[in-house]
């Protein structure tokens, strides 16, 4: 193999090169891609009654979220006529996938979608519009739909494009052996007091916060958690909604990124935290190794399993004592394609999830969050003493202070990746500034906006 | 491999060796010419759908702003100075560069010298096995190998065990997630894959070689260091080149390892430009960008590749 690089006599590599040269005037002639522009407008006609012929709804799910498959199982059981065919991937697959597999001739019809924005703008989705009507889901709270809509350019107004199947919301779990060994006798009210359990938990030999930071930045919930309580959270809202102006430059980012060095310096977060995953985390905490952890509610079911009775679960505490709580809370995202063969049955299907009653048991006890849906209809109860029963309570508090924003992360299809992740690397280990930080992320949000 | 490619005739040789064409002698080897087409299409037809058509594509996908799926707007060269500019992307290129060291250099250099303590014993049963040891993280699927010495490397693995045995604790640290050894790291887990490989193929170099010129050399007094430098080192020339030519590939187009072991991180202290061709092209959605940085990476693999080629190609003395 070697030898054939450089022993090519000069005849074959003439020949290869004009067999390369004809390839590429073959594929030259046109430019990569095509203009989907056709089917904007949404369709007028929707259907409601989901009919007696026979109906197979292709899914595309998520690998390690049971609840699809489990509300699918349940909506057969219903209807007799409608089967699912389940494809899974893990969630990153997804993300890469979605647009190639929502352009091909077996585009899914219903698919969980990672950031929709990029889609949309592909003409890659469905218009829910026409349904929203026919279905009157305008008896949900507006908010807990915002993140759903696409506008011109930005999301959190405009059509809506995709549907819950569950809500999810994050906070901060405790260890409540090792709470009580600290004296933390309740969740803390104000930041200030958390950072004194920190660092009486540090001084007790007991590992402050578990986080993960390997592969993605798994510090960017306490920093968005900061981020939320230190300015107006409509501030973080619109930058992730990229509204015209908004800027991740701001004093609360800033403080925020302050306060993580900080809490890096002092060792705080584990030692390892970039070398650290996300399974690898929850594995810890459940062994007890770390008082808190920044995740959500989709390891409520899991935590209580793996260490029943011992794991607690808190909003993150405002800025001062009696302060409004915010929290990164979003939809398990799916969304019907625009090539979808059964629109109107995948749109039955969504509106059956969040309105049928078995349907949002399965919710909370399968996928461990709040079922969305009308605000008159009442959620299912999860089992007293668990961890489980507490997401829940806080998924309502949240609703009813009316506290809820999106991921940072969710910004653009790209920040995560390029920007939140190595940066925070960096910062937690010392070889980027709190200043640098956000004028790093920024940098790459505009880059990204401006393609 | 090799030897069945230098020996067989190039086009060149069949040319002279053919006598003064008539029209009858024209016409024959016309059709013999067309015979040998037609055997080889197939093939040709594969390497043109499978690799010719992607190539040419990538050059294609290289002059534009495209996102995988709506219209492609032309960009010209303007992905190619994004690629020389972008101090990450600099970054990134400079880390593959560093990790041809451990993937490349030293797998060679270590390859020479247990091949010269093993040569003595390539044959009967105990060769066999100290090949199949030395073979098998070649044969070790490359993901598993990572997950391995991930595990190996972590902050409470074996290595770390180790170190705080002997008192050595205050070394101990996440090898793979601190920013000075994060790189260094991942070469190690490299050099292990491609030791095996380097070793194998410089054993049966050393096979090869003509017992007489060991005794000729002994006769003149060398040492094992001078019979080393004199005979072994000089006849391995072309096993030499295949070794760095494979392995220095390996390094720039490193990808399995560092994703199962790092992902690149911490920050882009690991990130490679394949793991970066990855990540633009289906989690950024640059296709055009990532197709620029692997054209430029192919160019990169040429450019090492080929004056090695030419330097190691020389005949055997």
Redesign the interface.
């Known amino acids: 193999m070697a030898e054939l690089l450089t022993r090519f006599p000069r005849r074959r590599t003439v020949l290869l090169t004009s067999l390369l040269a004809i390839g590429m005037t073959a594929t030259a002639c046109s430019a990569p891609g095509e203009d989907r522009s056709s089917n904007t407008k949404p369709d007028a006609a929707v259907k409601t009654e989901l009919g007696t012929d026979p109906i197979t709804l292709e899914m595309y799910a998520e690998t390690g979220f049971p609840l699809a498959k489990a509300l699918a199982d349940e909506f057969s059981k219903q209807h007799s006529n409608v089967k699912f065919n389940i494809r899974e991937d893990q969630f990153t697959v997804i993300v890469e996938n979605a647009p190639r597999v929502l352009a091909s001739d077996n585009s899914p019809d219903i698919i969980r979608l990672p950031t929709m924005v990029d889609l949309v703008k592909d003409d890659l989705l469905k218009n829910l519009d026409p349904y929203f009507t026919a279905y009157g889901w305008d008896k949900f709270p507006a908010s807990q739909l915002m993140q759903l809509r696409v506008g011109v350019g930005t999301r959190g107004t405009g059509s809506l494009y995709g549907m819950g199947l569950g809500y999810s919301v994050t906070g901060v779990f405790y260890n409540k052996k090792l709470a009580s060994q600290i004296g933390m006798t309740q969740p803390p009210a104000t930041v200030v007091e958390f950072e004194q359990l920190l660092a009486k938990a540090k001084t007790a030999g007991v590992q402050p916060i578990m986080q993960f930071n390997k592969n993605t930045a798994g510090i960017n919930f306490p920093h968005q958690a900061l981020q939320n309580q230190f300015g107006d959270p409509t501030q973080v809202a619109d930058w992730i909604f990229q509204k015209p102006g908004a800027t991740f430059d701001t004093p609360a980012a800033l403080k925020a990124t302050q306060a993580i060095q900080k809490w890096a310096q002092a060792g705080y977060f584990p030692k390892d935290a970039n070398a650290l995953d996300y399974a690898g985390m929850v594995g810890e905490f459940q062994k007890g190794n770390g008082l808190f952890m920044f995740n959500g509610d989709w390891e409520s079911a899991n935590l209580d399993k793996g260490m029943p009775g011992n794991a607690g679960f808190f909003l993150f505490p405002a800025e001062t004592a009696g302060g409004k709580h915010v929290a990164m809370s979003a939809p398990n995202t799916f969304g019907v394609s625009a090539k979808a063969k059964n629109p109107d049955a995948a749109a039955y299907f969504l509106n059956w999830v969040h309105t049928n009653a078995t349907a949002r048991e399965i919710a909370v006890k399968v996928g461990g969050s709040s079922p969305g849906g009308p605000s008159d209809l009442p959620v299912p109860a999860a089992a007293a003493n668990t961890v489980l029963a507490e997401t829940l309570k806080a998924s309502q508090q949240l609703g009813a202070e009316n506290g809820a924003v999106d991921f940072t992360a969710n910004a653009t299809g790209g920040i995560f990746a390029a920007a939140i992740t190595p940066e925070l690397q960096k910062l937690v280990a010392g070889q980027q500034t709190p200043e640098g930080y956000v004028k790093a992320v920024q940098a790459e949000y505009a880059k990204e906006l401006s393609r | ?2 030897s069945a ?2 020996s067989a005739p ?3 040789d069949v040319r002279r060796a053919r006598p003064t064409p008539t029209r009858a002698h024209r016409l024959r080897w016309a059709r013999a010419a067309g015979t040998g087409w037609l055997y080889v299409l197939p093939a040709l037809v594969m390497y ?1 759908v499978f690799v ?2 992607p ?3 990538t ?3 290289s002059l ?11 960009a010209g060269l303007d992905n190619y100075l994004t690629v020389f500019t972008d101090s990450d992307l600099l970054k990134i290129i400079g880390n593959a560069v560093i990790l041809i060291v451990f993937f490349s250099f030293i797998p060679v250099a270590l390859g020479l010298l247990v091949a010269s303590m093993v040569r003595r014993i390539t044959t009967g049963a105990f060769g066999t096995v100290v090949r199949t040891i030395l073979f098998l993280p070649q044969v070790i699927p490359l993901v598993a190998a990572g997950i391995a010495w991930s595990w190996l490397l ?2 409470n693995g074996l290595l770390n065990q180790a170190l705080r045995a002997v008192g050595l604790g205050g070394v101990a ?7 000075d050894t994060a790189l260094p790291a991942v070469g190690v887990i490299g050099a292990w894959v491609l030791l095996g490989l380097c070793t194998i193929l410089l054993v049966t170099g050393m096979s090869k070689i003509d017992p007489a010129l060991y005794e000729a050399a002994r006769l003149d007094g060398a040492g094992p260091v001078r019979e080393f430098l004199a005979v072994t080192l000089p006849s391995l020339r072309q096993e030499i ?2 070794c760095l ?2 392995t220095i590939i390996a390094a720039l187009a490193s990808f399995d390892i560092v994703y199962i072991s ?7 202290q690991t ?1 490679v430009p394949g793991l970066e061709i990855y ?1 633009l092209a ?6 055009g960008l990532a197709s620029a940085l692997a054209v430029v990476l192919m160019v990169l693999v ?1 450019a090492c ?2 004056p090695i ?2 330097l190691t ?1 020389g005949e055997k003395p």
């Open positions: 491999m090799t490619l230098g190039t086009g060149r043109a010719l058509r190539l040419a594509l050059i294609q996908y534009y702003d495209w996102n995988g799926i709506g219209v492609a707007r032309w972590s902050s640290r996440a090898w793979l997630g601190d920013f080149g295949v030519t494979v790092t992902s690149g991180g911490p920050g882009l990130t990540r289906f989690s950024q959605r640059q296709v040429l590749v080929l080629q030419r190609r």
